[in-house]
Structure formats: structure tokens, C-alpha cells
């Protein structure tokens, strides 16, 4: 009688901060049963935790795209482990290569500080929240111009897959990244917005707008389908917009 073979995948972790104290960088091979068409690269992960090694580290928390804690690598591309489905990966070879995001401190195995990134978000729009002195009581349709332009800009759950993506944010520690800037956009184009210029000031520089080189790398890996380089060539033309009216006021005082 033929014993059934178990299909399975080889997941390959890169680690590092093992509770040893052992700071070198190394890959871990996991041999993990494939456990069909729903399974994603999450679950691999938590079998890999579960069944092999306990002190395997990542994050994850809603399973479902909505909260991005379980931002990685995977095959050499920013994703969400929960939403890259395993079935998607499987081509000539059953590897699945899992590292962390790339430009931020590793903590252990694939678990990032994400400091630096949430501090320049805020720093690139302190707040967003209509009510604060900063917005005029005031009401948008829904269905303007205006807010058609913002809504899918919103929608920015701050996994940072973007920023680990952008090449620029590799070559300049201070730039703000893709997100940070999205935020920005969502904030400085509601019209409600009475500080817009002095907030459009703070992101106008060489390590704000003008540090981006449009290559879109943000936009292929965001998880939402947001487009952070619309939203900040939109900016730029905001920027551009504004200093033109100010010259226009000076040839043209009356």
C-alpha cells in the first residue's frame, strides 16, 4: 500500500535578535504543511511558531488587511503576510523567503521598530481630526471635487510597506516617506483647513516633496491600492500653484 505524501512548502525566515542574545544575521529554513487554497504566508508563520521554534518573533493582529502589523518581506517584495496567500507564491519552487521591512531597526527576527516612521507621519501632519482649532466650521459634499480627491487618500492604514518599498527613503534618513506625505495631502487639501500654508511650508523641502523621484515603488506594494506619488505630485502642484500667485501679486499689485 503507498503512503500519501504531505505537500508542503519550505518557508525561509531571516533572523536576527535571538533571545540568546546572538545578534548575527541568519536564515531558518521551516519544512510546513500546505494546508490548501486559503492558507496564507501568516498562517505558515504561525504553524512554523507553533510547531518548530516558539521563539520565531513577527506581529500580526486582525488576520484580515486591516491593521498592517504584519508588514514583511516576502519573495523580495513588501506585503502583508495575512493577505499573501501562499497558493500566489507557488511556482517552480515551493520556497517563500521572509525577511523584515527594509530601513527600519530590526527588534528581532521579523519584528521592526516603527518609531521613526509613525514620528514622521505625525510630524508631516500633527492632526487630522476636524473640531481642532486648525479647521473652519465648515461643510464639504461628499460628493465634491474636493473630497473625491481625498477619500481614497484615506484610506492609508500605516503598515509602512511603502516606506520599507521607497528607494529614496534608503538614500535619506530624514525624507519623510510616501505615507507621511499621503497624510499631508489628506490634511492640506480640505478646504476647511486654515494653517494649510504654513503645513504646506513644513513638507515643501528637500527632504519633504521634492525628495521624491515618482517611482512609484510606494504604489505597488500598498495594500489599499493608494497612489502615495498622486497625492504628492498633487502637492507639488499646490506648492507651485501658490508661489505663482505670489509672484503674479508682485508684478501685478493691483
Excluded at 477619500?151 to 505615507?179: F, N
Amino acid at each position: 500500500m503507498c503512503e500519501t505524501r504531505m505537500e508542503t512548502i519550505s518557508l525561509i525566515v531571516k533572523r536576527t535578535g535571538q533571545p540568546t542574545g546572538d545578534q548575527e544575521e541568519r536564515w531558518n529554513r521551516f519544512i510546513v504543511p500546505y494546508a490548501g487554497e486559503s492558507m496564507n504566508v501568516l498562517d505558515s508563520l504561525i504553524w512554523a511558531q507553533r510547531n518548530e521554534d516558539p521563539s520565531l518573533a513577527f506581529r500580526c493582529a486582525c488576520r484580515v488587511g486591516m491593521c498592517g502589523s504584519c508588514g514583511v518581506g516576502i519573495n523580495g517584495k513588501e506585503s502583508l503576510a495575512c493577505r499573501t496567500m501562499v497558493r500566489d507564491l507557488r511556482g517552480d519552487s515551493d520556497e517563500i523567503r521572509v525577511e523584515p521591512m527594509r530601513h527600519l531597526p530590526v527588534v528581532r527576527d521579523l519584528v521592526t521598530d516603527t518609531s521613526d516612521f509613525h514620528a514622521k507621519v505625525n510630524r508631516a501632519a500633527p492632526s487630522t481630526e476636524l473640531g481642532g482649532a486648525q479647521f473652519a466650521a465648515a461643510s464639504v459634499s461628499p460628493l465634491s471635487r474636493e473630497r473625491r480627491a481625498i477619500e481614497p487618500q484615506r484610506e492609508c492604514i500605516y503598515c509602512g510597506l511603502c516606506y520599507s518599498a521607497c528607494s529614496i527613503v534608503g538614500l535619506d534618513d530624514e525624507y519623510l516617506g510616501p505615507a507621511a506625505l499621503n497624510r499631508a495631502f489628506v490634511m492640506l487639501a480640505d478646504s476647511r483647513n486654515q494653517q494649510s500654508q504654513d503645513a504646506l511650508a513644513s513638507v515643501a523641502n528637500e527632504h519633504g516633496l521634492w525628495r521624491c523621484h515618482t517611482l512609484f515603488e510606494c504604489e505597488a506594494v500598498c495594500p489599499k491600492g493608494i497612489s502615495p506619488t498622486l497625492a504628492i505630485q498633487r502637492l507639488k502642484r499646490k506648492v507651485i500653484t501658490n508661489k505663482l500667485k505670489r509672484l503674479l501679486k508682485i508684478i501685478h499689485p493691483g
